[in-house]
C-alpha cells in the first residue's frame, strides 16, 4: 500500500510519516528531501536559482518515480504537493491520501522557528506569516480537502491514521 501525507507545511507529515513507516514495516520517502538528494541542492538553492515552476515540475517527476517503482511506503508530501499537475488525483488514484489538518496557530509556532529552511517563507517578516500562512492554507485546502482520510494532528495521529487506513 502506498501512503500518501499531505497538508501544510510544519503540519507533521515527516514526523508523522517515519513513526508510520516504521510501524508498518514500509520504506519511507519525504519527497523534499528525496528532491535535495536527487538535485544534490537545498530547496531553498532550487528555489531561488530555478524557481517555483522548475521546482514543481521536477517534484511530479520524483514523485512518478518513487509510486511507479515501489508498492509500499509512506510519503511525506510537501505541502504544494497536491495543488499542481492533478498530483492530488494521481495520488488518490495510486494509493491512499491523508490530510494532516493542524490548526493555524500550532503551523505558526512551528513554522516561526523553520522560517531559514522553507524558500516559501524564508523571507517573510515574521509579523507577516499568520497571514501567509491564512491565505495559503485557504488557496490549498480544496486540495487537501479531497483525501481519503482527514486526521487532525495530535500526539496519537499516526495510530489514529494506521486504523483509519487499515480499519483496525
Same mark, same amino acid.
Given at each position: 500500500m502506498r501512503i500518501f501525507l499531505i497538508g501544510f507545511m510544519g503540519s507533521g507529515k515527516t514526523y508523522l510519516g517515519r513513526?508510520?513507516?516504521e510501524k508498518l514495516q514500509f520504506p519511507f520517502f519525504d519527497l523534499d528531501e528525496c528532491i535535495v538528494s536527487h %538535485?544534490?541542492?537545498e530547496l531553498n %538553492?532550487? $528555489?531561488a536559482e530555478e524557481g517555483e515552476e522548475y521546482f514543481r515540475q521536477l517534484e511530479k517527476e =520524483?514523485? #512518478?518515480m518513487i509510486t511507479e517503482? #515501489?508498492?509500499d511506503f509512506v510519503m511525506a508530501c510537501g505541502g504544494g504537493t497536491p495543488c499542481f499537475f492533478n498530483n492530488i488525483e494521481y495520488m488518490k488514484q495510486k494509493g491512499m491520501t491523508v490530510w494532516i489538518d493542524a490548526p493555524l496557530p500550532v503551523l505558526e509556532e512551528r513554522l516561526l522557528k523553520e522560517k531559514n529552511n522553507r524558500p516559501l517563507i524564508r523571507d517573510l517578516p515574521d509579523e507577516q506569516l499568520?497571514? $501567509?500562512i491564512s491565505r495559503k492554507y485557504a488557496d490549498r485546502k480544496i486540495y487537501y480537502e479531497q483525501? #481519503? &482520510?482527514r486526521v487532525q494532528e495530535e500526539a496519537d495521529a499516526a495510530d489514529? =491514521? &494506521?486504523q483509519k487506513i487499515f480499519h483496525v
Open positions: 513513526i508510520i513507516s %538535485t544534490g541542492k %538553492t532550487l $528555489f =520524483i514523485l #512518478h517503482s #515501489h508498492e499568520m497571514s $501567509f483525501a #481519503h &482520510i489514529v =491514521i &494506521i
